[in-house]
């Protein structure tokens, strides 16, 4: 960093205008836009420091970052926006105004205070989305607490994994959600609970655990009821000193690869990222309501879905407690949806069922996609089936509390389909090669990021910590990526999922996307599998347009024939009805190489 007059001077990018500027902020609305201010502020040329072009972009942005908690946020927002509706819960028949969801939150969070939980206790929220997930996460919040995002469809030996890992001290859960029993599943676990007495469990192997709250009007033996801990803090007094630098969430990575860890993060991690992506979402220009069909417990669902709509007083809108394609459609009709949320698999069903129902949609207008990356036809068929101003995507990791690469207002065809957005307000990104030196714009390699939204660490995980920091704080993604000097990022793949086939270094997506443009195919996910000769060999799962429909390997290999290198041509295909995938709408690659083993074994 340059310094001149002792003023810092930050650079956007290799030929950009230098300029330093001093902000002093009296006062700053909900999405931080700054309404009083006294600048000092200059500017001037200077010879590049980057005269090779290296793959380094720090995107400064307009808006100042903000230092507040998640609760006082949300304050702000309700005070805004206090008559419209903050969250619809469609399946449950529930409406809260920004108003009405700030007297539960503020009642909740000291019934949290008053039951004994102390600023700092981890509090599971083990359940499918729902109006109670909403104001459960912002009461946690409110009364200092770290909430854990639970995957509701975690099974018992799961869930006491994840008590353990973070010595979670209270879980907030239904009775049950389709073939799932939370209570029976903990029960099991934590055999005290039904022994326990005034709702305070002593466990021998459990020694954190001490609460069990269940939203159901049943009194279960050991638990408490949602209701109950409303009622006890009926008083609406919680008076916990949080700091925006103390810890929020704990999410536990998807765990596509392997065993899920436990990423720390911050409120201002949350509140920052909320605000820069609700900017990005044109939020501001009108009253949005937006059909999220992502889970709560992902952080495209807590952040590029829920603080991002608070940022702005946006409405959410709860379809079904977990991804349903045809109430999806019906709630953006009965709700006059503008925005929709989703994964690619998601609008994949979504417009799939949409052909089949034909229903009147007519007020939507943009479409957020993220969580996996999106082959380019795809962007093209969610703009015309919903009839669309515009598609957006949204590229980020957990550890990253979300979004890192978003899309910008007015973009070309083509950078919304061959790109994953531009960077972020406020964070700095470099593609470096294997020994960690910053390779030229242009050219692949590991993308690293430095700024606000980094998350603290995995939790008691110091080595795992270590691993994805580096000694000046840049986070490794350990995505091969591609940096423009526009600051645009282009997905290779992950190193992971590389397949290297006789030398070969191959990527994935390329061959899915390519795939993916078939006319007979509707989704296509490609692995590696073991190969004597080659090492690795290409498999490529198919989904098609229509069930049961037959194609062929040779039908593949005709196709990409010509138009993708010969060694990028799938040995093997295999056509399925669906892939094995995470709550949170990822593919299970790990699942997908077993099943081609176990087939092949039989």
């Not at 390779?439 to 270590?466: H, I, Q």
Request: glycine share 6%; charged share 25%; proline share 5%.
């Amino acid at each position: 960093m340059i310094k001149r007059f002792g003023f810092p001077i930050l650079k956007r990018h290799s030929n950009a205008l230098f300029s330093y500027r001093k902000w002093y902020p009296v006062n700053s609305d909900i999405n931080g836009s700054v309404t009083a201010l006294q600048i000092i502020s200059s500017s001037y040329s200077t010879v590049s420091t980057n005269p090779e072009k290296l793959s380094y972009y720090h995107h400064i942005g307009n808006d100042p970052l903000v230092y507040r908690t998640y609760a006082e946020h949300f304050e702000i927002s309700a005070k805004k926006y206090g008559n419209r509706e903050a969250i619809v819960s469609c399946h449950e028949g529930k409406r809260y105004t920004y108003t009405e969801a700030l007297e539960k939150v503020n009642q909740l969070a000291s019934g949290f205070i008053n039951i004994g939980l102390n600023k700092g206790d981890r509090i599971g929220i083990w359940s499918p989305n729902s109006a109670q997930w909403y104001i459960t996460m912002l009461a946690a919040a409110k009364a200092g607490l770290i909430s854990v995002a639970l995957n509701p469809a975690y099974q018992g030996p799961e869930i006491a994994q994840c008590i353990k890992k973070v010595n979670m001290r209270a879980i907030v859960a239904p009775e049950s959600y389709k073939a799932q029993n939370y209570y029976e599943m903990i029960c099991k676990n934590v055999p005290e609970v039904t022994e326990s007495r005034g709702g305070v469990i002593k466990s021998s192997e459990f020694d954190s655990f001490t609460t069990l709250i269940l939203d159901s009007p049943n009194r279960l033996k050991g638990t408490r009821t949602f209701e109950d801990v409303l009622q006890l803090g009926a008083d609406k007094n919680c008076f916990v000193k949080v700091k925006p630098d103390e810890p929020c969430n704990i999410q536990f990575t998807s765990g596509t690869t392997g065993t899920p860890k436990a990423a720390l993060l911050s409120h201002y991690n949350f509140v920052n990222n909320g605000i820069h992506v609700g900017n990005r979402s044109q939020y501001s220009e009108k009253p949005h309501r937006i059909c999220v069909l992502v889970p709560f417990f992902h952080v495209f669902g807590i952040v590029v879905s829920m603080t991002a709509a608070i940022t702005h007083g946006a409405t959410i809108v709860v379809p079904a407690p977990t991804f349903n394609a045809e109430k999806s459609l019906r709630a953006i009709v009965d709700e006059q949806c503008t925005v929709i949320h989703g994964t690619p698999t998601m609008y994949v069903d979504l417009i799939a069922k949409q052909k089949e129902l034909n229903l009147p949609i007519s007020t939507t207008e943009i479409a957020v996609t993220g969580g996996s990356p999106c082959p380019p036809q795809l962007f093209r068929n969610i703009k015309s089936t919903f009839n669309l101003s515009c598609v957006k995507t949204v590229y980020g990791l957990t550890e990253l509390s979300a979004c890192v690469f978003f899309s910008l207002n007015n973009e070309t065809e083509k950078q919304v389909t061959e790109t994953v957005g531009s960077l972020q307000d406020h964070l700095e990104a470099k593609i470096v090669d294997q020994e960690g030196d910053i390779v030229p714009f242009g050219k692949p390699g590991e993308l690293c990021v430095r700024g606000y939204s980094t998350m603290l660490g995995y939790f008691n995980d110091e080595a795992k910590t270590k691993e994805i920091f580096t000694r000046d704080k840049w986070l490794k993604t350990g995505d091969q990526f591609i940096l423009q000097e526009d600051g645009y990022g282009r997905i290779v793949g992950r190193f992971k999922e590389m397949i290297i086939r006789g030398g070969e270094n191959i990527f994935p997506k390329e061959i899915e996307d390519f795939l993916s443009t078939h006319p007979d195919i509707i989704e296509a996910q490609v692995v590696g599998v073991p190969d004597d000769r080659m090492g690795e060999e290409i498999c490529a799962f198919i989904r098609t347009t229509e069930k049961g429909k037959v194609l062929q390997q040779n039908d593949i290999k005709e196709f990409c024939t010509g138009s993708i290198a010969h060694f990028k041509i799938p040995r093997y295909m295999k056509v399925v009805d669906e892939f094995p995938r995470t709550t949170s709408g990822k593919i299970q690659k790990f699942k997908l190489k077993e099943q081609y083993e176990k087939e092949k074994c039989e």
